[in-house]
C-alpha cells in the first residue's frame, strides 16, 4: 500500500494563478480531507467528504474548491491564488465511523505551497 | 478562543526525564481525543488514542478528564527520539462526519 499520496511536494504561484493539488489514498478509506498548517495556528480543516460526489465545507474554505469523483482520489483546486494561502497543505483519509465511532487519519507528506 | 489549547512550549528537557503536555478543549461536544506526534517538516501521525479511564502505551500515559474539558498526555524517561511536536486532537460531528480539530500543537525537544 503507497497509503496516502500527494503532489506536488513544493510548488510556487504567482497571485491570481490557479492549480490543483492531488491526493490519492489506496485503503479504501471512505473519508477524505484538506488542511492547511501555518505557523501557531495548528492544522485547519479546508474541505472534507465522506465519498463519493459527497464533500463539505470545513473551517476555512474559502478560495478552495473540491470534488469527489471516486473513492481514490480527492483533489483540491485553488482558483485565484492569494499570498495568504501560502501555506503546507495536507490531506488526510480514514474510515468513516458510525455514530460516535472514529477511526485514525493517515495523512500525506504535504505540499508546500507560496505564492508570491 | 481556540476549539483546542496546548501548551505553547517548547519543552526543552534532558534524556531521562518525564515530561506532560497539557491540553483543554472548549466544546462539551467533543467525542474522541487523540493525541499525534509531528517531526518537523513532516506528516503528523498517531500516537495514542485517549480514553475516559485514562491510557497507557509504553512510556506513554494519556487521560482524559470530560467534566473539565483536560486532556493530559505524560511522556516517561524521554528519548532523543521523541523530540517532536505533540498535537492535541478532538473530534466534532460535521454534517457528514466526524472532524478532526487539531491544537496548534506543543514542542519537545529532548536533550542528551
Keep these: 500500500n503507497a497509503g496516502v499520496t500527494q503532489t506536488p511536494k513544493f510548488q510556487v504561484l504567482k497571485t491570481g ?4 493539488l492531488q491526493c490519492a489514498q489506496d485503503m479504501n478509506h471512505e473519508y477524505m480531507s484538506w488542511y492547511r498548517q501555518d505557523p501557531g495556528m495548528g492544522l485547519r480543516l479546508i474541505h472534507y467528504s465522506v465519498g463519493a460526489g459527497i464533500t463539505d465545507q ?13 473513492t481514490e482520489d480527492f483533489p483540491l483546486r485553488l ?13 488526510a483519509s480514514s474510515f468513516n465511523g458510525v455514530g460516535s465511532k472514529v477511526y485514525e487519519q493517515y495523512f500525506g507528506p504535504g505540499t508546500r505551497l507560496t505564492v508570491t | 478562543r ?14 531521562g526525564a518525564t515530561v506532560a503536555f497539557n491540553c483543554t478543549y472548549s466544546n462539551s461536544a467533543s467525542q474522541s481525543f487523540f493525541w499525534y506526534r509531528q517531526d518537523c517538516r513532516k506528516e503528523p501521525k498517531l500516537l495514542m488514542s485517549v ?12 487521560q482524559l478528564n470530560r467534566a473539565s474539558q483536560y486532556i493530559s498526555l505524560l511522556i516517561r524517561d524521554s528519548k532523543l527520539s521523541d523530540s517532536a511536536t505533540y498535537l492535541c486532537v478532538v473530534t466534532l460531528r460535521g454534517d457528514y462526519g466526524q472532524n478532526f480539530v487539531f491544537g496548534p500543537g506543543t514542542r519537545l525537544s529532548v536533550l542528551p
Excluded at chain 1, 470545513?58 to 471516486?70: I, K, L, Q
Excluded at chain 1, 482558483?79 to 490531506?91: E, H, I, M, N, R
Design chain 1, 17 to 20: 494563478q490557479s492549480m490543483t
Design chain 1, 58 to 70: 470545513g473551517e476555512v474554505p474559502n478560495g478552495y474548491n473540491v470534488s469527489r469523483s471516486t
Design chain 1, 79 to 91: 482558483l485565484s491564488a492569494a499570498p495568504s494561502q501560502t501555506s503546507v497543505y495536507f490531506c
Design chain 2, 2 to 15: 481556540k476549539e483546542v489549547e496546548q501548551d505553547p512550549g517548547p519543552f526543552n528537557v534532558p534524556e
Design chain 2, 51 to 62: 480514553y475516559s479511564s485514562g491510557n497507557e502505551d509504553g512510556r506513554f500515559t494519556a
